[in-house]
């Protein structure tokens, strides 16, 4: 008797639910009435709450678009904020159903941790920050210099790489929070602060004098970031991955938040799909067929989602650059919905 | 096994193996530890089915892939190309090394603040008494936070170092003194150093048992230090003198060459060890205290000077109330290094980190932390039980 509760109760101590793995993510996130989303601890832009507990950034309006495609209701959504060491567990042991925290998709992610990368929402690539006053124009003449980074994460490989490809010694010093990290570059630990450039003008505005700081031109990485979901759940994938699709096509057809409504009227065959008045292009990833119409009613679009968060209007004042859309100089790019 | 022995004298016979108590005690014994070893493995076999399912690789080949990240502080070689495994060993030395310093400073401070406490002199045993109370109600992440940054913002730029001697520099990256570099020969140095210590060790049981037999005390401390620190020099000239020195020297940004101590470190060691010390002061004074005074009394009334009254009276029946808590303590110390990630100290939990997040090896390197934690914390208290059974009570 003992022995047939135990895989049970093993399975429950060590929260590998039954279902995590089972290919029905829709059925439970339906059942129970929300997405459980995992973000970042407070990451201004792309997830970070307010003093209210409210979430916002690029990486939750994704899952807020995610929660619309399948409720119609932009605010189904909990959120999970997850340490860079904690996020793939908790994606693969159920215990959220989306990750959307800033990750960036590597080949050994993707193939060893049992995951699935949806896409890209995001081109970043690792830069430096240093002080005006050391005299440096490019990280070419950073030879000897000490590099403040964080732990656990790929910006402590990239800088290494950086470094031993152009044959320059340096020293790492490596924080497990970030926070830590910006503080020992003030108090003059380091030459150098490295990491994903969108976060090194997020963390510019957080030392004693900003614009005693630079950030150096090289971008020394690739880093797309995109959602994460888990392996083996086609219909799941196949949502998460048309979601965000939906996001950048209506921004290249021109639908917004704004006019979705009277878009709805559009003579565009491109326009009459994605809003599901022709085809039923919903029904076949098991929503319905007004899945898009409600994500850009809960969100917009790509290009105001990136607006609202990041764009030059924010305290980040990120330019569109790697990420404006194919047809704008920037390589977001979505396949057709047809 | 208790129950064993005892039915092993006594035998009582229930005629029935049912009512037989050394039966009933087997079958539980062998109950208890069947449904521990069940547990256990379906705890191993069910997270295995699990990652299989979920297609996570799992097992410890990624320990022999190239690391290709950076450690700012490695006692052996260690490269960007080096292994995994070779990156865990560097953070595990790490440890051991500030656990090993933390420890000697916080035993040295924790006894001279423990005395301190019980000094006549109303000054000195007031700022003993400060220094315990404030330090120990401190939580030690704080501490921690406070000598590094305390440290980093009061110490100036590399290129404005405080210099002493034109050849130990102090800023902002660390402490730098002038190497010892050994050419050939330099290994006879390290052997005459050797020998010092086997020589001395000889020597004091010799005098010991000298002392025993005919009563004349030997000066065993002085001639320990002379063979100690005579032998190796003597070698030292023997040889030709076959080490240079390497000074530390300024180039672009930082100081290079030389022997260099980080901030990371130093705020390190002095955290776990002044907030440790605070503790041992107290479990020292509580020894002392446990010593009657009617000890000193005693000795004082056969003749002995107080010094010796206190090293051979006091202190050994002090140590038998002292050891056991002070095992505890080092322990903490040890264990309390791992909160170095928070201060970028590259230690095992620091270091295992990075690896834990490049391979997603999650279980593996968890599970590798605490091995390594448990053999760290069962030798050191083995060595304690095995000091702490010396200086027990024999008795004759």
């Known amino acids: ?338 | 096994m208790a129950i064993q022995e005892h039915s092993a004298t006594e035998k009582p016979s229930r005629g029935s193996l049912l009512h037989d108590p050394w039966v009933r005690g087997l079958f539980y014994q062998v109950v208890v530890v069947g449904l521990v070893v069940a547990l256990g493995w379906e705890i191993i076999s069910n997270t295995m089915a699990n990652l299989a399912r979920q297609n996570i690789a799992s097992g410890f080949d990624f320990l022999d892939y190239t690391a290709g990240f950076g450690i700012i502080q490695a006692l052996v070689h260690y490269t960007e190309t080096s292994s995994y495994g070779r990156a865990l060993y560097v953070g595990f030395l790490n440890t051991v090394l500030v656990a090993a310093i933390g420890v000697l400073f916080a035993t040295i401070l924790g006894f001279i603040a423990g005395v301190a406490r019980l000094s006549s002199n109303w000054i000195i045993a007031k700022l003993a008494y400060l220094y315990v109370e404030i330090l120990r109600n401190i939580p030690l992440l704080l501490q921690i936070f406070f000598w590094y940054f305390a440290v980093l913002r009061s110490v100036p730029s590399p290129r404005n170092s405080v210099t002493f001697l034109e050849s130990i520099f102090i800023n902002n990256r660390g402490i730098y003194t002038p190497r010892a570099i050994f050419q050939e020969g330099g290994t006879l140095i390290g052997a005459a150093f050797l020998i010092g210590i086997v020589g001395s060790i000889v020597l004091h049981m010799w005098a010991r048992k000298r002392q025993e037999e005919t009563g004349q005390p030997f000066p065993s401390v002085l001639s320990a230090l002379g063979l100690i620190i005579g032998l190796p020099v003597i070698a030292f000239f023997v040889t030709g003198m076959p080490v240079t020195v390497e000074y530390p020297v300024l180039r672009g940004f930082n100081f290079v060459g030389g022997l260099k101590l980080t901030p990371e470190f130093v705020a390190l060691v002095l955290a776990l060890s002044i907030y440790t010390a605070s503790f041992i002061a107290e479990i020292v004074r509580a020894g002392i205290l446990a010593v009657s005074h009617g000890q000193t009394e005693a000795a004082n009334a056969l003749g002995l000077r107080p010094r010796p009254t206190l090293r051979l009276v006091v202190i050994p029946q002090a140590m038998r109330v002292i050891i056991p808590p002070l095992t505890s303590q080092y322990l903490n110390l040890t264990k309390n290094s791992s909160l170095a990630v928070a201060i970028a100290y590259p230690d095992l939990v620091s270091v295992g980190g990075t690896v834990l997040n490049q391979t997603g090896q999650a279980i593996e390197v968890v599970g590798v932390w605490m091995l390594i934690y448990l053999s760290l914390s069962l030798t050191t208290s083995a060595f304690m039980n095995w000091y702490n059974q010396r200086m027990a009570l024999v008795e004759r």
């Open chain 1, 1 to 338: 008797m003992t022995i047939k509760f135990l895989p049970l109760a093993m399975g429950a101590a060590l929260g590998m639910a039954v279902t995590a793995a089972s290919g029905a993510t829709l059925d439970d996130v339906k059942a129970k009435g929300f997405v459980q989303c995992g973000v970042s601890q407070g990451l201004p832009g792309f997830s970070n709450p307010d003093s209210a507990g409210n979430w916002s950034g690029l990486d939750v309006d994704y899952c807020r678009a995610l929660a619309a495609a399948i409720f119609n209701d932009g605010a189904a959504v909990k959120f999970t904020p997850l340490s860079a060491k904690e996020r793939f567990t908790a994606l693969g042991t159920g215990e959220i159903d989306i990750l959307s925290r800033n990750t960036t998709w590597t080949m050994t992610r993707d193939t060893t941790l049992g995951l699935n990368f949806v896409g890209v929402d995001y081109y970043d690539g690792q830069g430096f920050m240093a002080r005006k006053s050391l005299g440096v124009s490019s990280a070419l003449e950073l030879s000897g210099a000490a590099v403040c980074t964080n732990t656990g994460t790929t910006t402590e490989l990239n800088v290494a790489d950086y470094f031993r490809a152009n044959n320059m010694p340096y020293d790492v010093v490596a924080f497990e929070k970030s926070d830590e990290v910006v503080q020992a570059y003030d108090a003059g630990r380091c030459d150098v602060y490295t990491t994903d450039a969108f976060g090194l003008y997020a963390q510019r505005l957080k030392l004693a004098n900003p614009d005693e700081h630079m950030v150096l031109p090289e971008i020394i990485s690739k880093e797309p970031f995109g959602p994460v979901v888990r392996q083996g759940d086609d219909e799941w994938f196949n949502i998460a991955k048309w979601t965000l699709f939906a996001l950048v096509n209506a921004e290249e057809l021109g639908v917004t938040k704004a006019n979705v409504d009277e878009m709805k009227s559009s003579d565009n065959p491109a326009i009459k799909r994605l809003l599901g008045i022709e085809g039923s292009f919903g029904e076949t990833i098991g929503l319905t067929n007004d899945w898009a119409y409600n994500i850009i009613k809960a969100v917009g679009n790509y290009g105001e989602v990136f607006d609202a968060n990041v764009g030059p209007d924010t305290p980040l004042g990120i330019s569109r650059g790697l990420n404006a859309l194919w047809s704008k100089g920037g390589i977001m790019y979505a396949p057709p919905i047809r």
